[in-house]
């Protein structure tokens, strides 16, 4: 509007009329009695100046016009989109289905620090360090921060000062680290004046405190150059402190393939799997084909639940008895449940299953935790209920939160019976034709197969929830890159994979997998970090689910099931066609022949590249490698 203005005040000062009337400039001249009119010709460009010079009346109220209405557009118009924008944003980019009435924003405000960690503040002032020759992404920094960091360090002593002024400088609370050198710093610390492991509090600069501890740890090993290629800028390390990892010195990073996408419960997603084996994603990939050829994949989480088991001893097994039997009765449970469920809004106490051995009894506390995975909750709630156990029976001492039998990391015969975490079953029908096509095998050799393989050589094996052909690759690559706790997919691998012959003439194939004991969570540990919420968030199970606490954790649990369900049915068609050990040859081998340690980087790059270029998901090879769905 206001250039309109513009272009239409420059079109009646410029036209034809106007001009013709000021370059006929009038003067009256008296002459005696009478005036004699006379009239001047001036040139154009001595108009147009006397134009630009001159204002009037109309002249300043456009302008005036055309500021305020710049005023509004810069103010206020651009202030009401961005609102606009990030109002839709949080809506469009929400967890769960429907809302209903509710503030989003607010809420979303409200666990900004679970749903959004990524929009948590970084340090003011970006250093940086540099470690013998290591290199990283952030080398191409801007120069004025170089320089910012070389006048930083030009007020700085060049040689290290005292151990004893040193002190006195840290200890002054006037004082901020940037007055002591990395040296100086490393020089504290050796003397234990500053523990390592708290840096990062001292020098409130994360990025400077690993930088430190590289150099320390560099002086103590016997090569020098092994942490040339772990990188260790640009990362938020303030994500990581008090929560992920301590001491830390870097991070390793991992490709991260997908798979997909794959049906289920009518939704199509595509799966993140973070893995170093060739060919484990390509050959998930051809299963996730297969199953969306035939309808995609149904599931079912019949069982919601983590569990903490502490050991308590009694002086007697007669007390033993009466404990026992106090916590067998109803009400005595709701006293147990309304002290556990105390400890949180999410913690809810289903059940209390006790094992008793001798005079010690083992209590294994089933509760419910929303979309965390929620041991740090169920402890929580634990350690209430016992307070209120010992209230009644003040004999009784406990030993252990943990009693292993809850049980966590280990394999164990509880978990694949009574369930942990989530047990989730699910299922699909492959037609025959796409058994043929896409898995290059026949429905009857897979059953036969499984048969022999899943259940019968297992049960040789005397095997703990692994009737399965390898339901831990998948679990393992999806919980990597989601931020899920590794050590937990011991348990969360017990799979049992079924396989029956059905339709008409037997020739399609009926499939289900069922784990009763994922350990998953979409909050917490490191679910914050930003790499693996993106991967979450490409599932669309980033954060707690507002309106429903628990969907997005159990959301997880069955896109795992179905991952899993993809692979096995990969793998085994590979088998049942003999493909596997061509696949792995002809895949997954480097043509590097490494015979000595001290092989030179140049060679060790080399393998890594051939490997590079066989993980990479090109057409033509991802083409082999899904047609043979070859993996270990």
Same mark, same amino acid.
């Given at each position: 509007?206001?250039?309109?203005?513009?272009?239409?005040?420059?079109?009646?000062?410029?036209?034809?009329?106007?001009?013709?009337?000021?370059?006929?400039?009038?003067?009256?001249?008296?002459?005696?009695?009478? #005036?004699?009119?006379?009239?001047?010709?001036?040139?154009?460009?001595?108009?147009?100046?006397?134009?630009?010079?001159?204002?009037?009346?109309?002249?300043?109220?456009?302008?005036?016009?055309?500021?305020?209405?710049?005023?509004?557009?810069?103010?206020?118009?651009?202030?009401?989109?961005?609102?606009?924008?990030?109002?839709?944003?949080?809506?469009?980019?929400?967890?769960?289905?429907?809302?209903?009435?509710?503030?989003?924003?607010?809420?979303?405000?409200?666990?900004?620090?679970? #749903?959004?960690?990524?929009?948590?503040?970084?340090?003011?002032? !970006?250093?940086?360090?540099?470690?013998?020759?290591?290199?990283?992404?952030?080398?191409?920094?801007?120069?004025?921060?170089?320089?910012?960091?070389?006048?930083?360090?030009?007020?700085?002593?060049?040689?290290?000062?005292?151990?004893?002024?040193?002190? !006195?400088?840290?200890?002054?609370?006037?004082?901020?680290?940037?007055?002591?050198?990395?040296?100086?710093?490393?020089?504290?610390?050796?003397?234990?004046?500053?523990?390592?492991?708290?840096?990062?509090?001292?020098?409130?600069?994360?990025?400077?405190?690993?930088? +430190?501890?590289?150099?320390?740890?560099?002086?103590?090993?016997?090569?020098?150059?092994?942490?040339?290629?772990?990188?260790?800028? %640009?990362?938020?390390?303030?994500?990581?402190?008090?929560?992920?990892?301590?001491?830390?010195?870097?991070?390793?990073?991992?490709?991260?393939?997908?798979?997909?996408?794959?049906?289920?419960? %009518?939704?199509?997603?595509?799966?993140?799997?973070?893995?170093?084996?060739?060919?484990?994603?390509?050959?998930?990939?051809?299963?996730?084909?297969?199953?969306?050829? $035939?309808?995609?994949?149904?599931?079912?989480?019949?069982?919601?639940?983590?569990?903490?088991?502490?050991?308590?001893?009694?002086?007697?097994?007669?007390?033993?008895?009466?404990?026992?039997?106090?916590?067998?009765?109803?009400?005595?449970?709701?006293?147990?449940?309304?002290?556990?469920?105390?400890? $949180?809004?999410?913690?809810?106490?289903?059940?209390?299953?006790?094992?008793?051995?001798?005079?010690?009894?083992?209590?294994?506390?089933?509760?419910?935790?929303?979309?965390?995975?929620?041991?740090?909750?169920?402890?929580?709630?634990?350690?209430?209920?016992?307070?209120?156990?010992?209230?009644?029976?003040?004999?009784?001492?406990?030993?252990?939160?943990?009693?292993?039998?809850?049980?966590?990391?280990?394999?164990?015969?509880?978990?694949?019976?009574?369930?942990?975490?989530?047990?989730?079953?699910?299922?699909?029908?492959?037609?025959?034709?796409?058994?043929?096509?896409?898995? !290059?095998?026949?429905?009857?050799?897979?059953?036969?197969?499984?048969?022999?393989?899943?259940?019968? %050589? &297992?049960?040789?094996?005397?095997?703990?929830?692994?009737?399965?052909?390898?339901?831990?690759? *998948? *679990?393992?690559?999806?919980?990597?890159?989601?931020?899920?706790? *590794?050590?937990?997919?011991?348990?969360?691998?017990?799979?049992?994979?079924?396989?029956?012959?059905?339709?008409?003439?037997?020739?399609?194939?009926?499939? $289900?997998?069922?784990?009763?004991?994922?350990?998953?969570?979409?909050?917490?540990?490191?679910?914050?970090?930003?790499?693996?919420?993106?991967?979450?968030?490409?599932?669309?199970?980033?954060?707690?689910?507002?309106?429903?606490?628990?969907?997005?954790?159990?959301?997880?649990?069955?896109?795992?099931?179905?991952?899993?369900?993809?692979?096995?049915?990969?793998?085994?068609?590979?088998?049942?066609?003999?493909?596997?050990?061509? &696949?792995?040859?002809?895949?997954?081998?480097?043509?590097?022949? +490494?015979?000595?340690?001290?092989?030179?980087?140049?060679?060790?790059?080399?393998?890594?590249?051939?490997?590079?270029?066989?993980?990479?998901?090109?057409?033509?090879?991802?083409?082999?490698?899904?047609?043979?769905?070859?993996?270990?």
């Amino acid at each position: 509007m206001s250039f309109g203005l513009v272009v239409v005040h420059a079109h009646r000062i410029t036209s034809d009329d106007v001009i013709e009337d000021r370059n006929n400039q009038t003067l009256l001249v008296p002459s005696g009695d009478d #005036t004699v009119e006379m009239t001047h010709q001036i040139p154009l460009w001595q108009l147009y100046i006397m134009r630009a010079v001159t204002v009037n009346v109309e002249q300043v109220f456009t302008c005036v016009l055309a500021l305020v209405l710049m005023a509004k557009f810069f103010y206020i118009d651009v202030a009401d989109k961005k609102r606009t924008r990030f109002t839709s944003y949080n809506s469009e980019h929400s967890n769960c289905d429907l809302y209903d009435g509710i503030d989003l924003s607010s809420l979303l405000h409200k666990h900004k620090d679970l #749903t959004d960690i990524s929009t948590q503040t970084t340090p003011k002032r !970006k250093r940086m360090f540099r470690i013998g020759s290591v290199t990283s992404e952030n080398s191409s920094s801007s120069e004025a921060e170089q320089s910012e960091e070389d006048e930083h360090s030009a007020c700085l002593p060049k040689q290290p000062r005292s151990l004893e002024e040193c002190l !006195k400088i840290l200890n002054n609370p006037d004082n901020v680290p940037d007055e002591l050198s990395n040296e100086e710093i490393k020089q504290l610390v050796l003397a234990k004046h500053i523990q390592s492991y708290k840096m990062e509090d001292i020098l409130q600069d994360h990025e400077r405190g690993v930088f +430190i501890r590289r150099d320390i740890l560099t002086d103590k090993l016997s090569d020098h150059l092994s942490l040339e290629h772990l990188p260790f800028k %640009g990362y938020n390390y303030s994500l990581v402190h008090g929560a992920c990892c301590e001491n830390v010195i870097g991070y390793v990073p991992l490709p991260v393939g997908i798979a997909g996408p794959i049906t289920v419960d %009518g939704k199509q997603y595509m799966v993140p799997m973070a893995t170093t084996e060739g060919t484990l994603v390509a050959s998930t990939n051809r299963g996730c084909r297969a199953l969306k050829e $035939s309808g995609g994949v149904t599931t079912v989480v019949y069982r919601d639940g983590m569990t903490r088991a502490p050991v308590l001893q009694l002086p007697s097994i007669q007390h033993v008895a009466k404990v026992k039997k106090w916590i067998d009765n109803c009400d005595n449970f709701q006293q147990l449940k309304q002290a556990f469920d105390s400890s $949180s809004r999410f913690a809810k106490l289903t059940s209390i299953q006790p094992s008793i051995a001798g005079r010690n009894i083992y209590l294994r506390f089933v509760s419910t935790t929303g979309d965390a995975m929620g041991m740090n909750m169920v402890s929580k709630g634990t350690e209430k209920s016992l307070k209120l156990l010992q209230e009644n029976f003040p004999e009784l001492e406990v030993l252990s939160l943990s009693g292993n039998l809850c049980t966590d990391k280990k394999p164990a015969a509880v978990n694949w019976i009574e369930g942990r975490g989530k047990s989730v079953t699910c299922e699909a029908i492959i037609p025959g034709d796409v058994v043929k096509k896409i898995l !290059k095998t026949s429905t009857s050799a897979l059953v036969d197969l499984n048969t022999k393989k899943n259940l019968i %050589g &297992s049960a040789l094996a005397g095997t703990l929830g692994g009737c399965n052909a390898h339901a831990a690759n *998948v *679990v393992t690559a999806i919980f990597v890159a989601t931020g899920q706790d *590794v050590a937990q997919n011991i348990a969360s691998s017990n799979c049992l994979t079924m396989m029956e012959s059905t339709g008409k003439n037997g020739e399609d194939l009926y499939m $289900s997998c069922t784990m009763p004991s994922i350990e998953v969570g979409t909050i917490g540990g490191g679910t914050v970090l930003p790499a693996q919420q993106a991967c979450l968030q490409m599932l669309g199970v980033k954060g707690p689910c507002i309106i429903k606490p628990g969907r997005n954790a159990s959301k997880l649990a069955s896109i795992v099931c179905s991952t899993v369900l993809a692979g096995e049915l990969s793998l085994m068609s590979a088998l049942a066609a003999g493909h596997l050990v061509k &696949s792995h040859m002809k895949h997954n081998r480097s043509s590097q022949n +490494i015979t000595s340690g001290n092989e030179t980087t140049d060679n060790l790059n080399l393998a890594n590249n051939v490997k590079t270029e066989i993980i990479m998901t090109g057409t033509n090879q991802e083409e082999k490698i899904e047609n043979e769905g070859g993996v270990r």
